[in-house]
């Protein structure tokens, strides 16, 4: 069965029911407009044998005022049938009013990092991912929690911010599902034209390029190289191309495009 909860007072009393129980409980939240990329998620959930909670929210604070949110694709029922071979399965869909109420004024900023990036493009995007994720983990009160490497920035930031504020849940971060062609699924490559849908392809083969090129090159000539690269196409526009050091030495290449009106991210690891 596919238990739907509406409101945050419903979905907290379900929890603390499932945790009376004794179960551990993995929760994935989503902006819904479901595909293979969240099912992903969902089914490494499921693996744990814990009760698994969704959640699927447009979540109105961490669009920019010029960005998609009205347009953003909303189908509740689709996503419905897409979560039944997942059943049991408990899906949270609140309403905007339930999640922020007229007097709602608290808000989560992860520094520094919420600024880089993406955040650099976005300004008080990621205050507003902060902001829901921690409200969505004190409603649902997960274990554990699953986020995808597709949205690279966004599952560091709810690492630090889940080290930073002391969350006892442990967050997994899951690969990143292409298209044949290797295109990461995304509920906004659905506003592609047919030829711009041909140009987003481009995207990860300058990634898949990059990570062979950094064998020999610097990462100065792999980011004048991925810049050259996707400019081949006129309908791309590169927002940055950036590489990340990591802690083990390794790197991630992080890209931000717009195609049209159409705002895509990709990243891979060298
Ligand atoms: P969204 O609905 O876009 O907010 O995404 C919800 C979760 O699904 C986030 O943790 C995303 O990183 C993850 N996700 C989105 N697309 C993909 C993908 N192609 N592969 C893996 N995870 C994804």
Redesign the pocket.
């Known amino acids: 069965m596919i238990e739907v909860i509406n409101t945050s007072k419903e979905m907290s009393r379900v929890s603390d029911n499932i945790k009376k129980s004794g179960k551990n409980i993995s929760f994935?939240?989503?902006?819904?407009?479901?595909?293979?990329?969240?099912l992903?998620?969902i089914s490494k959930a499921k693996k744990s044998g814990d009760a698994v909670i969704v959640s699927?929210f447009v979540?109105p604070t961490q669009f920019g005022p010029k960005e998609d949110f009205a347009k953003y694709p909303r189908n509740l029922k689709k996503d419905l049938a897409l979560l039944k071979p997942f059943a049991p399965l408990i899906v949270f869909a609140p309403s905007a009013k339930n999640i922020y109420p007229n007097d709602f004024g608290t808000f989560v900023d992860v520094e520094d990092l919420s600024c880089k990036l993406c955040g650099e493009f976005r300004p008080g995007h990621f205050k507003g991912v902060a902001t829901v994720v921690l409200k969505l983990f004190n409603i649902v009160k997960p274990d554990f929690a699953?986020?995808?490497?597709?949205?690279y920035q966004?599952?560091l930031l709810i690492k630090k911010m889940a080290k930073d504020l002391n969350l006892n849940i442990k967050i997994v971060?899951?690969?990143?599902?292409?298209e044949k062609d290797g295109l990461?699924?995304?509920?906004?490559n659905a506003y592609l034209s047919p030829v711009e849908r041909k140009s987003a392809s481009l995207i990860y083969k300058a990634l898949k390029t990059a990570k062979k090129m950094a064998k020999s090159k610097n990462a100065e000539k792999i980011i004048s190289f991925i810049k050259r690269f996707l400019a081949a196409s006129p309908l791309i526009k590169v927002e940055y191309a950036s590489i990340v050091k990591k802690a083990n030495g390794a790197a991630q290449i992080l890209i931000a495009v717009k195609i049209g009106s159409t705002r895509l991210i990709d990243n891979i690891l060298i």
């Open positions: 994935v939240p989503t902006m819904g407009a479901l595909h293979r990329g969240h992903s998620l699927i979540n699953f986020f995808g490497k597709k949205d966004q599952q971060t899951c690969p990143t599902i292409r990461a699924l995304s509920s906004r």
